[in-house]
């Protein structure tokens, strides 16, 4: 099967693109072309699989030439963002949008009409569980994921400064929305925090290991538990978190559920500070959910059947086990 997968706005190593959807293609043996904004982003496409550049955000011409590029020969056409479903040419092959945030049931209604939708029922939030993570130390809590206003950026450059004096360091690991550099910036240069802008997932998760929690505090108007949650308990690193995962920390026991309030946030880094066994204990316990019913090997599988069923292979036509190579180019 060959599979074009696009986007215009994604980074190209975005995790969820590049490190589970395509990789998951091509460990089954199928062929990649994907389409998405390598220059803008400074990457070089990975070999292993066919690379189209195109613009970050791009219009209607030059999106839509770089999408009949990438779709020569296609068996499947898997897009990222809504608005590459205007641009698909009349002859295309059976066409499949990620959903990755919540939409207006409108849209979502009017698509699924003309194409197939991938919702979190299909490819459920997952993430790269370690096999043993360290102990959660001391004197760090991370952020992973981007930033901005309506994820908490205000609170947590407050309790960045607030931590400050109990020898606890701030580290937020990802990119940031236009209007937050600033504050970024102006935070990490008195010494608030230390900001390290986009890293590519399996390094951002790394970085996390360790860590004396793990922090998404994002408002009551954002819904649906953000990967960083599972990030955090596939690395042994206790959650605190705001509503939005209050459900999944609570029933598994992984974390502390908070108000966005930096005073709640503070009180509760504090106590996990000051009590290494607990610490300890909510990182077992994320660790374990999360190697049960989140590590994406488990779903990959899954994952392929759908897009080879979509992409109408016939049923005796299925994965093969194959490791293919994707390492950087010089």
């Known amino acids: 099967m060959r599979v074009c997968v696009a986007t215009i ?24 072309t994907y389409v998405a904004p390598f220059t803008h982003f400074n990457v070089t496409p990975p070999m292993g699989l066919g690379a189209v550049d195109v613009p970050y955000g791009a219009g209607f011409g ?4 770089a999408l009949r590029r ?12 809504h608005a590459l479903l205007r641009l698909l040419p009349h002859r295309r092959p ?24 991938c919702t979190s029922s299909v490819v459920p939030e997952a993430t790269m569980v370690a096999a043993a993570p360290p102990v ?4 760090r809590v991370v952020h992973i994921g981007r930033l901005s206003a309506e994820r908490g950026l205000a609170e947590l450059i407050g309790l960045a400064e607030r931590l400050v004096p109990h020898g606890i360091r701030m580290e937020l690991i990802g990119a940031a929305d236009p209007g937050a550099r600033p504050l970024l910036r102006d935070a990490q240069r008195v010494g608030l925090l230390d ?5 590519p997932n399996r390094h951002a998760l790394r970085m996390a290991e360790g860590a004396l929690a793990g922090l998404s505090l994002a ?47 503070v009180d509760a880094v ?51 086990a194959v490791k293919t190579p994707l390492s950087r180019t010089a």
């Open 62 to 65: 030059r999106a839509g030439a």
């Open 195 to 199: 900001w390290f802008g986009y890293v």
């Open 9 to 32: 706005v994604h980074h190209p190593e975005d995790a969820r693109i590049m490190h589970r959807q395509i990789r998951a293609l091509l460990d089954a043996g199928h062929e990649v």
């Open 270 to 320: 504090l106590d996990l500070k000051e009590d290494p066994a607990r610490r300890s204990a909510l990182g077992v316990r994320g660790h374990a959910e999360a190697r049960l019913r989140h590590h994406w090997p488990d779903h990959a599988p899954a994952f392929v059947a759908r897009m080879e069923a979509w992409a109408g292979l016939p049923v005796t036509i299925r994965s093969r």
């Open 219 to 265: 408002a009551e108007t954002v819904t649906g538990v953000p990967t960083k949650v599972l990030d955090y308990m596939g690395r042994g690193v206790p959650v605190i978190t705001t509503a939005q995962s209050a459900a999944l920390v609570e029933r598994t026991g992984c974390g502390i559920v908070v108000p966005l309030d930096v005073d709640a946030v």
């Open 70 to 81: 990438g779709l020569r020969g296609a068996d499947l056409l898997l897009v990222h963002d």
């Open 136 to 139: 959660p130390g001391d004197t």
């Open 94 to 117: 059976p066409v499949v949008w990620d959903v990755r945030e919540p939409v207006n049931a409108r849209r979502l209604a009017r698509a699924e009409r003309r194409h197939h939708v």
